[in-house]
């Protein structure tokens, strides 16, 4: 019974020093909520089925304190139909800096094409913007982490719902336009 009771205040001994510094990080200062804004994306590849893009989206951490082993999985969706998902973007938001997050999108023509039903009409009529509306789940085992410090928090998991205006530009629009008459075309 005591060898149990010494391997049990030496095991909190090992792990007291890591919790007790994600909870100094975390008391170290008023945490403001990092700040997120679609910044562009890039067209990977286009070919007749599907189109390859990477949107990119920057996140400003305000804190002094950074966080990593963090995961997001999303699911976009236009006119509330979905149109595109991914799992497992790892994210490292170091502290009191801004972060490029690169967001992987596979989008298949068939998918986009019943997704954009009700939203055509904005598409064709040349807007500059499109509503997306991201759907996210942030979860994983984070750590805290300074220019000295890092230690470990619980587990968590949070969902997010956020409706951004993707811009679009009118060169990409008219691109756009022509490999979707193209690929329309060939489903018929």
């Given amino acids: ?5 010494a391997a049990f205040f030496l095991l909190m001994l090992m792990l007291l020093p890591a919790g007790c510094t994600a909870y100094n990080l975390a008391h ?7 700040k997120i804004e679609f910044s562009g994306y890039r067209i990977r590849q286009v070919t007749d089925r599907r189109a390859e893009v990477d949107f990119i989206v920057l996140v400003d951490n305000p804190n002094p304190v950074g966080i990593r082993g963090v995961s ?5 969706y236009l006119d509330e139909s979905r149109f595109a998902s991914g799992r497992a973007i790892d994210v490292d938001l ?7 997050v690169t967001v992987p999108v596979t989008v298949v023509y068939k998918e986009l094409l019943h997704a954009i039903g009700p939203a055509i009409d904005r598409f064709l009529a040349n807007r500059k913007s499109m509503p997306v509306t991201v759907k996210a789940r942030v979860h994983g085992s984070p750590r805290l982490y300074s220019a000295t410090e890092e230690g470990s928090l619980p587990p968590f998991e949070k969902r997010i719902v956020r409706t951004i205006d993707v811009p679009l530009p009118e060169d990409e629009i008219n691109k756009a336009k022509d490999k979707l008459e193209k690929a329309i075309r060939r489903l018929f």
């Fill in 94 to 100: 170091p502290p009191a800096s801004e972060t490029a």
């Fill in 72 to 76: 997001a999985d999303y699911e976009l």
């Fill in 1 to 5: 019974m005591e060898r149990r009771s």
């Fill in 28 to 34: 170290s200062t008023k945490f403001e909520q990092p």
